[in-house]
């Protein structure tokens, strides 16, 4: 069963009219008598009635942090703790630097662990080892990382970070030559929870479709959703995605590789390739109307409309192998308060299980008013 198809579940009610009648029935057959509701006495009983119902509210959301669904925060991670699976902390992104020197020397030249680059000023990238040139070497790559833990120093593009913040002799320039990548906040409660409910296929080895996903998503809070398959015995391929729909970078890919390569993770007979998953492209060509009736509020549904649309892209993107669902998409434009769809593009299409849709064009038009 799928967390999300866990049906809700109250420990204590904590109602204030069922509080109130129990109470009252309560006190009334103790005294002997009926309490208006001007008596003083209930009057009296309303204000124990609020601390009954903060005690019920109390004993409902204690009881439930003992669910894996319902759980939060340290309770969530106490669960964890039960099958072996540790919250996963805030990382920080790494590149790869290529360092360019002013001469070839006939000596060995030393760049020093952490000297640090910059694209900004703001956000700062060192070097993770010593880099050694022998003679004659005047250009060597080395990965950097950035100095502050988040999804910050992600999305800096081949070349941005190309400020030397400290000069060292001989060294003349430096530049990133893969996109800056694996920076990620502190793992969410919705990522741990669902890893925890994965961590049983991982008992044997990452020899199942659901032990490689789990071990994957290990590897980065940034990895939301993974496809695992299989075109011969002995080879498997791992498509990873990242939250909100993004790609995965090549030092991602790098990283899942050896992750999962490591030989208390990987069966001896599998060959593993980690792959970008596959993209769908499609177009969004749509028109809207909006009832004359809400003329007042068009503005606020035209934002509502276009913020609708936005959220179509994300859901789309943002799980592997999902169908591409018109359908969808003029479900919420209704909500959003949008009178009438039409919708050109896209139209209905199955996608396999390692593929991602992603619009390569956007264009939602509102056409005007029309009668109820």
């Known amino acids: ?103 070839a020397r006939e000596q060995v030249t030393t760049i020093r662990q952490g000297t640090r680059f910059t694209a900004d000023d703001e956000i700062y990238f060192a070097l993770d080892e010593p880099l050694i040139f022998l003679a004659g070497e005047t250009v060597k790559t080395a990965r950097a990382t950035c100095l502050v833990t988040g999804e910050t120093g992600n999305g800096y593009a081949v070349g941005e970070i190309n400020r030397v913040v400290d000069p060292q002799p001989f060294l003349q320039s430096a530049r990133n030559v893969t996109t800056s990548a694996g920076g990620s906040d502190i793992e969410s409660d919705d990522n741990l929870r669902e890893r925890i409910h994965e961590a049983p296929e991982a008992y044997s080895c990452a020899g199942s479709e659901g032990a490689y996903q789990f071990h994957t998503k290990s590897v980065s809070a940034l990895i939301s959703d993974v496809a695992v398959d299989s075109e011969t015995p002995g080879t498997v391929q791992i498509y990873p995605l990242l939250k909100g729909g993004q790609l995965p970078t090549q030092e991602i890919l790098d990283a899942v590789e050896a992750y999962l390569s490591k030989s208390t993770v990987r069966p001896l007979t599998d060959q593993l390739t980690i792959r970008v998953p596959t993209i769908h492209e499609y177009e969004i060509d749509l028109t809207y109307w909006i009832s004359r009736e809400n003329v007042t509020a068009a503005a606020e549904i035209q934002a509502a409309a276009d913020t609708a649309v936005q959220d179509y892209i994300e859901w789309q993107r943002s799980k592997l192998g999902r169908d591409l669902n018109p359908s969808r998409l003029i479900h919420m434009l209704l909500t959003a308060g949008v009178k009438r769809v039409d919708v050109r593009s896209p139209k209905f299409a199955v996608t396999d299980k390692f593929t991602c849709a992603i619009p390569s064009s956007v264009t939602a038009t509102f056409a005007g008013l029309e009668d109820f």
Do not use: C, Y
Request: cysteine-free; overall charge negative; hydrophobic content about 50%.
């Open 1 to 103: 069963m799928k967390l999300k198809d866990v049906s809700p579940i109250t420990f204590a009610a904590a109602d204030p009219e069922t509080i109130d009648v129990e109470v009252v029935a309560t006190v009334e057959k103790l005294l002997g008598r009926k309490l208006e509701r001007a008596d003083p006495l209930r009057i009296f009983l309303r204000a124990v009635e609020l601390l009954l119902m903060q005690q019920r509210l109390l004993i409902d959301h204690v009881a439930k942090q003992n669910l894996l669904a319902f759980a939060e925060g340290e309770f969530l991670e106490r669960l964890g703790d039960l099958v072996g699976v540790k919250r996963l902390p805030a990382t920080a992104a790494w590149t790869t630097i290529e360092v360019t020197l002013s001469t």
